[in-house]
């Protein structure tokens, strides 16, 4: 080759640049298109329904700017009812990863505008390419959930695009953090999806999960029901404990995803986020001395003494409405990321029960599977007692709790605030099943039930017996208590490990966290549990 002819080969050519700059502008006007959606009347439509579109969630979702798209211009192939000349571009769900406070989190939303929602082949395949991704980068997966469900014109293979998304919730289940966020309905197939994951929000008025809808229902049962009273925020909220977040829009439903996240790891191998706090881990909390009554029969506010502990009175309570006799929530204390598990006095006395009992044993599970240390605050009368209970399963659901606390490996403290009795003080995380350190209050009692109760069934016979069943009762109840049920009675045998000053509660705690952070504990060699069903 002549120097002239290699010169010539290098030389632009503007026929080919021309072309070149054509199909980038064509791509630029494609890119645009995608981003606009189908149409301005379906996108009326989404707003006519006070809901956001799935690109406006996402803004919400993720730091500004920091959202890439994957597959946008994927379309779906299938023929037949007329899909062939229906084939726009996302197929109804868009998928990416982005910064959440500046860590890396996937996600993926659907577009009710397109198909409605609905899941095909296509679709599915995208879901699974960004749980895929979500897994191997590990880090959280957001899905952003408004779809009717599978697309009932391709048939089976939409159902088999929901299996494949169930079979990676499970595969990633304590492995990332998986959240759902239930933004118009989610009915049929599509329901389980939520229900594999860490967390469920719901939004009042616009979202709806249920397997069956209420025309089927009145088909089937001859009721009739709304959406809202089927499967809406509330019921889902306060009554069968699907959804852990209920909101009144969408705006504040994602900055609360937001917040979720700040607490959570990235993956199972690393730690929770610490953030430097200005709150003193060694605080004194003089407002417990009297914020909880020495007398174990008087009602108080267990949120009051969380705010007590926590950096700067701050909490995050999970399933608030449901369960609403023991409280879940995640806090800082010295900077430092923890579960709590309170029993809650103002309802049914902080009783544990069959709803109680499931709420508390999933929220152990979920900490122990991301390293979050639990600490339990334990003002506990006992189980629920009731035929109802009892025929519910109230042996199977407690079990849940107790096999979840002797199987979890984080720091565990509990704090007998005031009264343990019987087997619900030894489901609270007491020294019998493992729990690291447990202290007390020099107001706790813990027994196997109360004074009286106790007094009535040792000493039947005498208080019978007695000229003055009454005066006798109340003497053998004094004796009882100063007997067995004084304060340091648990910690002269060592299952307790301090009894502390109630002002001396957050110091304590986060003391302990500290020398705890770095705990290793190994379970048995198994392949996996049969816990209580």
Not at 55 to 60: A, K, M, P, T, V
Not at 176 to 185: D, E, F, L, T
Not at 303 to 323: M, N, P, S, Y
Not at 385 to 403: S, T
């Amino acid at each position: 080759m002549t120097v002239t002819q290699d010169i010539a080969s290098t030389a632009p050519n503007p026929v080919a640049e021309d072309s070149t700059r054509a199909r980038v502008a064509e791509l630029h006007a494609l890119r645009e298109s995608v981003l606009a959606g189908p149409s301005e009347k379906a996108t009326r439509a989404q707003k006519a329904k006070g809901k956001l579109t799935a690109r406006e969630r996402l803004e919400l979702l993720f730091d500004a700017g920091t959202f890439a798209e994957t597959e946008p211009l994927r379309r779906h192939r299938a023929s037949g009812f007329g899909l062939e000349d229906r084939r726009p571009y996302t197929d109804g769900v868009v998928t990416g990863w982005g910064q959440v406070d500046g860590r890396t989190v996937f996600a993926y939303a659907h577009d009710f505008r397109v198909f409605g929602g609905a899941l095909g082949e296509a679709h599915a395949e995208k879901i699974h390419k960004v749980m895929d991704l979500a897994e191997t980068a590990g880090a959280p997966l957001v899905g952003l959930c408004d779809g009717a469900g599978a697309r009932i014109q391709e048939g089976v293979t939409a159902l088999a695009g929901y299996g494949g998304i169930f079979r990676r919730n499970v595969r990633n289940s304590g492995v990332i953090p998986q959240i759902s966020v239930i933004m118009g309905p989610c009915a049929g197939g599509a329901a389980y999806s939520p229900a594999l994951t860490d967390f469920v929000f719901m939004v009042r008025g616009t979202s709806q999960m249920f397997i069956t809808g209420p025309d089927v229902v009145e088909a089937v049962t001859g009721e009739h029901i709304t959406h809202e009273e089927l499967g809406g925020a509330d019921v889902h909220g306060t009554r069968t404990g699907v959804a852990g977040f209920v909101h009144d829009d969408e705006e504040s439903c994602l900055s609360d995803v937001r917040h979720l996240l700040s607490f959570l790891p990235s993956n199972n191998r690393e730690l929770p986020p610490a953030v430097p706090s200005d709150d003193p881990p060694g605080r004194r909390t003089e407002a417990l001395v009297d914020l909880v009554p020495a007398d174990p029969n008087r009602a108080y506010d267990i949120t009051a003494v969380l705010e007590e502990i926590a950096d700067d009175g701050e909490f995050f309570e999970v399933h608030q409405g449901w369960a609403p006799n023991v409280v879940c929530a995640l806090t800082r204390i010295g900077g430092e990321v923890a579960g709590i598990v309170a029993n809650q006095p103002q309802h049914l006395a902080g009783v544990l029960d069959i709803e109680a009992s499931e709420k508390a044993a999933r929220f152990v599970q979920m900490c122990d599977a991301f390293n979050i240390p639990l600490v339990t605050l334990v003002d506990v009368p006992g189980f629920l007692p009731g035929v109802g209970q009892e025929h519910g399963g109230v042996i199977r659901h407690g079990a849940k709790l107790l096999y979840a606390y002797c199987n979890a490996t984080v720091p565990r403290i509990s704090v007998v605030l005031r009264k343990a009795y019987g087997g619900a003080y030894i489901v609270m995380d007491s020294r019998s099943i493992g729990t690291d350190v447990s202290l007390a209050w020099p107001v706790n009692e813990i027994a196997v039930m109360g004074a009286e109760g106790a007094a009535n069934v040792v000493f039947r016979r005498q208080i019978a017996q007695a000229d003055d069943p009454e005066a006798t009762r109340a003497q053998l109840v004094k004796e009882y208590r100063e007997e067995l049920m004084h304060p340091y009675y648990a910690a002269e045998r060592g299952l307790v490990d301090d009894v502390i000053d109630p002002a001396e509660t957050r110091a304590a705690l986060a003391r302990t966290l500290a020398v705890l952070r770095d705990k290793h504990a190994a379970l048995p060699s198994r392949k996996h549990g049969n816990q209580p069903q």
